[in-house]
């Protein structure tokens, strides 16, 4: 096993953590108003929305808005406040489809893919009406890498460009084009955001409770507790890349799916031409932590993005998003088919203690949370979001 490299615990400290911000109602409030109203925050990858007349409508709890992200004839992808300009209706119901514009069914107001209001019923009948203070809300958008995000802010601090500079690099040693399919899965759980973000950036407890699911494609004798390979920091973000077991056997389903593609926790066996060039021999996948609330896990031969929607003090919306290569044969989709339901019934258990979590800490037995010096970027969270809140 590779050694796993020493990291200096001093700038992130070493004590019990307060379990205050995993249940305080205004410390919720202040991290909507310093944190998720003021960065870049994840919307989807541009493969979602690839046509004209394309669109996408997510939720984005804490910050109390529907965002509709639509792309337009001249290929822009937009976001909008999904927002009725007349009465404040909601303008479109539908998750995601394919419109040559849209139309509120409230009244009827009508409006193009880059937001303007092109048609009002009984036009006449209004005061003065101008259509172009009537269009819909703009929020600022932008994309990245294929990655596109939005802004809440009236004026963003940074640029998207500016946002990720840290961790770009690393990311950067990655290739995310190519990857047209895009299978989601979602839960909501009852616990804070924070607490659900650090079972997926900690793999101590990959020995317990993923023992059967995971086995000793993460854990060995030779690391008994799945220690990563690597772990680094940048500004808010951070990165961690996971070890795999080189010895694994697989069972034959696995195998007969890991000869078609790539399974999830099975990177060690798998590793391609260009990793084996870059990466540890016992490589598995990377996680890097985009703050507030995205992890982009990078894996041989396929990533995914889980996003932890805060939608309150006490309840997260856990969704992850999988982007495939085309599967140019049954046996390739059958391959893809396996990744995803072994990866949905891995974080099936997760999810089930995740929901013990917070009427735990809400009980008072404990003030504070222990973590281990490689549970690092569980620690960096914390003392970021510390940071932003509590400095104005």
């Known amino acids: 096993m590779a ?51 394309d669109f996408v409508v997510k939720d984005f709890d804490i910050c109390g808005a529907s965002v509709l992200l639509a792309r337009g004839k ?11 300009s007349h009465r404040q209706a909601k303008l479109v119901w539908e998750d995601r489809g394919k419109r040559s514009g849209f ?22 009948s209004f005061y003065d009406l101008d259509f172009e203070a009537c269009s819909l809300t703009p929020i600022h958008v932008d ?59 900690e793999t101590y407890h990959l020995s317990f409770i993923h023992r059967f699911s995971v086995g000793d494609r993460a854990v060995a004798p030779a690391n008994p507790f799945g220690h990563p390979l690597d772990f680094r920091l940048f500004g808010p973000h951070h990165f961690m890349s996971i070890w795999g077991n080189p010895a694994h056997k697989p069972a034959p389903i696995e195998g007969l799916a890991g000869r078609f593609g790539g399974v999830s926790g099975a990177g060690a066996t798998q590793q391609t031409e260009r990793y084996r060039s870059i990466r540890d021999p016992n490589w598995q996948l990377d996680v890097h932590g985009i703050f507030p609330n995205l992890l982009l896990e990078v894996a041989p031969t396929f990533f995914y993005a889980i996003e932890l929607i805060p939608i309150s003090p006490t309840r997260t919306r856990w969704i ?31 999810l089930a203690v995740l ?7 809400m009980s008072g037995a404990r003030r504070s949370i222990h973590f281990q010096s490689h549970e690092v970027l569980c620690r960096h969270s914390y003392n970021t979001v510390e940071r932003y809140v509590r400095e104005k």
Not at 10 to 37: A, H, M, N
Not at 75 to 82: I, L, S, W
Not at 166 to 193: G, M, Q, Y
Not at 355 to 361: C, F, I, V, Y
Request: aromatic share 12%; glycine share 6%.
């Open 103 to 124: 139309t509120c069914r409230y009244h009827g107001w009508g409006y193009g893919l880059t937001g303007e209001l092109r048609s009002v019923p009984d036009e006449a």
């Open 74 to 84: 001249d290929e822009n992808v937009r976001a909008f406040h999904n927002v009725c």
């Open 3 to 53: 050694s796993v490299p020493q990291v200096d615990l001093s700038r992130l400290g070493t004590q019990p953590v307060s379990t205050e911000p995993y249940i305080s109602p205004g410390f919720f409030e202040l991290e909507r108003d310093r944190i998720f109203r003021r960065v870049w925050l994840f919307a989807l990858r541009v493969e979602e929305i690839p046509q004209p007349g």
């Open 355 to 361: 929901g013990t979590l917070q009427a735990s800490m």
């Open 143 to 201: 994309t990245w890498n294929g990655f596109v995000f939005v802004n809440f802010s009236t004026k963003p601090e940074q640029s998207l460009g500016e946002y990720l500079a840290p961790i770009a690099a690393k990311l950067n040693e990655h290739s995310f084009a190519d990857r047209p399919s895009c299978v989601v899965l979602t839960a909501e759980i009852d616990v804070n955001w924070k607490a659900m973000l650090d079972n997926f950036q």
């Open 320 to 350: 992850s998003h999988h982007y495939l290569p085309k599967a140019e044969n049954p046996c390739q989709r059958f391959s893809q088919e396996y990744n995803i339901a072994a990866f949905r019934d891995t974080v099936a258990e997760d």
